[in-house]
């Protein structure tokens, strides 16, 4: 079965930088579009990014532009979420999500937390 | 990219229909059919309950309906049970620089 298993979160201070990790299996990795989602504490969900089944294509939300960065490693089925330079508003839980091509995102990981706070 | 707007909350009583909307511009609902819906539970992760406007995935009820009309989508939950209650929120591809963004979230309370 479909599995996305993120990793990573933690407390980190303002200005730090913090990787997360998602590890999939249970699909072909390379054959599908991925994201990484987040969600503030008591707030909506905000997309962060997304990268192609090839990794060619990449973009980033416009809030995290210039320091967050999406990859991907499909040997390792691995997708990845470099953050740098982080914001206390950055605090949220993040999930890693499959692309319904397109049309939505079908399968979510359980998210990890990240802390930014002094 | 500014959020799709949907209104805070949402109620009906066991056994009515209750439906959201979701209301974005023409540069995202307006532009394509690849508006979704997400059903979340307190502490969970989202589930995918429609996508492509009006799909469901395996394993989601027929109750759950979406349809689209201009710059505003919708979806309609009918039939409602207990377990229905929940955040409820939209999401649109919206072009190649931005591609997504997500609804402003529906609260749905099972009276």
């Known amino acids: 079965q479909v599995q996305l298993v993120e990793s990573g979160g933690g407390v980190v201070q303002p200005g730090r930088s913090l990787r997360l990790s998602c590890v999939a299996s249970g699909f072909i990795f390379s054959s599908y579009t991925m994201h990484w989602v987040r969600q503030a504490p008591g707030k909506g969900l905000e997309w962060v990014a997304a990268?192609?089944?090839?990794?060619?294509?990449?973009h980033h939300a416009d809030s995290v532009r210039g320091r967050f960065a999406i990859s991907r490693d499909s040997f390792e089925n691995t997708l990845s979420l470099q953050m740098s330079s982080l914001r206390v508003d950055d605090t949220a839980v993040y999930y890693c999500?499959?692309?319904?091509?397109?049309?939505?995102?079908?399968?979510w990981g359980q998210g990890t937390l990240v802390t930014v706070s002094s | 990219q500014s959020a799709l707007t949907q209104p805070p909350s949402a109620s009906g009583s066991p056994g009515q229909s209750v439906t959201i909307s979701c209301t974005g511009t023409?540069?995202?609902?307006?532009?394509?059919?690849?508006v979704s819906w997400y059903q979340q539970h307190p502490g969970k992760a989202p589930k995918l309950m429609i996508y492509?406007?009006?799909k469901r995935p395996s394993g989601v009820p027929d109750r759950f309906s979406g349809s689209k009309s201009g710059n505003t989508a919708s979806l309609t939950v009918s039939g409602l049970q207990a377990e229905d209650e929940a955040d409820y929120y939209c999401s649109s591809y919206a072009g190649s620089n931005n591609p997504y963004v997500f609804g402003t979230g529906t609260k749905v309370t099972v009276l």
């Open positions: 999500t499959r692309d319904l091509s397109g049309g939505g995102c079908d399968y």
């Open positions: 492509d406007v009006n």
């Open positions: 990268i192609s089944e090839d990794g060619n294509r990449i």
């Open positions: 023409s540069s995202d609902v307006g532009a394509y059919n690849y």
